[in-house]
């Protein structure tokens, strides 16, 4: 699967056993997933457009580069949201556009709750952050939600995935690559990622 992206940095497969760790706390928890999106997003940016810029140094002249694109990190409610701040370092004019969605337990069904965005699109290029993609109802759905608001470069950058949610995905989305840590064994009966790390966010909050 060309778009499907896995990463082999060390760093990630160090950072995420760490976080799978039951033993792993929220604080440390949390600083994991913030560390694990910036090297996530750092791969998932590889492709970014540049124009060219001078500058000048106290030497000279130097000839660089400027980002050509704006970006906008789309959070998805909850768990995306621990994912958003080192990102946004790494690219501080980032706008940031939150989209809420939780799953119904029963039907493992996305529900949308949340969505701010205005009328027509004001970036170029859309990273959807969401921790888990396990059915994934909810990652279509928020793509379906950027689609109708006119975006046309969406990149979705995840920590866990099961093989569900990756044919899903890719299935009813196809033009948007994916940006993730890991790919799990298979969803267990009531839609959790196995081995997974549990409810990431749960363990991020200290809820649940
Ligand atoms: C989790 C997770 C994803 C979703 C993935 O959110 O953050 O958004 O489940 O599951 P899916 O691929 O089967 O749709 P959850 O619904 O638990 O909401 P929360 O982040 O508010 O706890
Ligand atoms: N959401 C989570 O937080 N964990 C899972 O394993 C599946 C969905």
């Known amino acids: 699967m060309p778009h499907v992206n896995v990463s082999q940095h060390p760093l990630v497969k160090h950072k995420l056993t760490r976080l799978r760790d039951i033993n792993t706390n929220p604080k440390m928890f949390r600083e994991l997933v913030r560390e694990l999106a910036i090297l996530l997003a750092y791969e998932a940016t590889a492709d970014l457009l540049l124009t060219e810029r001078t500058v000048p140094t106290p030497m000279g002249v130097a000839h660089g580069f400027e980002l050509a694109e704006a970006v906008g990190l789309v959070p998805v409610l909850r768990a995306g949201l621990g994912m958003v701040e080192g990102v946004w370092e790494m690219m501080p004019s980032a706008e940031v556009w939150h989209i809420g ?8 069904k996305p529900i949308a709750y949340y969505n701010r965005l205005p009328i027509s699109p004001t970036v170029d290029v859309c990273l959807v952050l969401d921790p888990m993609l396990a059915t994934g109802g909810s990652a279509s759905a928020t793509i379906d939600i950027l689609k109708k608001w006119g975006a046309k470069k969406i990149k979705y950058v995840g920590l866990l995935a099961a093989p569900e949610g990756v044919a899903k995905l890719t299935h009813d989305h196809p ?30 909050f200290g809820t649940g």
Not at 101 to 107: G, I, V
Not at 176 to 186: F, G, K, S
């Open 175 to 204: 033009d948007v690559p994916l940006y993730i840590a890991a790919i799990d064994e298979r969803l267990n009966d009531i839609g959790y990622i196995v081995p997974g790390l549990g409810d990431a966010g749960d363990r991020q």
């Open 101 to 108: 969605l939780f799953r119904d337990e029963r039907t493992l």
